[in-house]
């Protein structure tokens, strides 16, 4: 029998692409007056992605701290830009680098969380299923609940961060059953990423729903998602009437 509901945060209770596009365009406008300039001019949303991205990959298994991560994505675009710039950089180093890379990681953070972009179906779906099910948060991010309107929804809130260990891994999921005292048996995750959510919950043991926003609900099969999730939807609206069939 399902006694507790766990979600993944990013693309599932919030849209998160979004809320990263907006801040990092905020960085954006600080970055260039930092470090005036053609190249910095040139730089677009995309660019910052790929180098947070370059420097996830640097740092996969070492370290774990998404605001860390943010960071040295920053500085690898500082670099990148003091290098374009050859003898013109003003008078620019490493280490002003990284005092900047500090300060816009600091202004990421704060614009990443000013607007809290919960999809329309997610709180009413939490107060549908909050008098019937113990509730979670299981995420490979760092967006705390209650900056974002979600303050005493969640029994347990799971940072792959806080663990150093990151969904698809079992023991990531281990970890939320021993914070709520349930088996495998006893927990579903809802999710969007057929990897992280339903392939990692699965292996665990538990249930799957997964959600497809953006598409027609119908699972991609691949060598890397080998297991079926429970369910598919493509709104938390349709989550109450799915977990009672489940």
Known sequence: MIRAVLFDGDQTLWDFQAVMRNALLRVLDELRTGRPGSHAAALAVRDLVADRQEAARRCEGVEFNLARIRYLGFVLTLQRLRDSAGRDTNGWSAEHDDELATRLTTSYLAHRDTEPALFPDAVPCLDALR???????????SRAPEVIGLDGYFDVVVF??????????????????????????????????????????????????????EGDGVFPRSTRTPREPDACITSLGQLPDVLRRL
């Open 131 to 141: 008098p019937h099910f113990r509730l979670g948060l299981l995420s490979n991010g």
């Open 160 to 213: 792959a961060q806080d663990h150093r260990v990151v969904k698809p891994d079992p023991a990531i999921f281990a970890i939320a059953e021993h914070q709520l005292g349930l088996g495998p048996e006893d927990c579903v995750l809802v999710g969007d990423h057929p990897l992280n959510d339903v392939l990692g919950a699965k292996q665990s043991g538990w249930r799957a729903v997964w959600i497809d926003r």
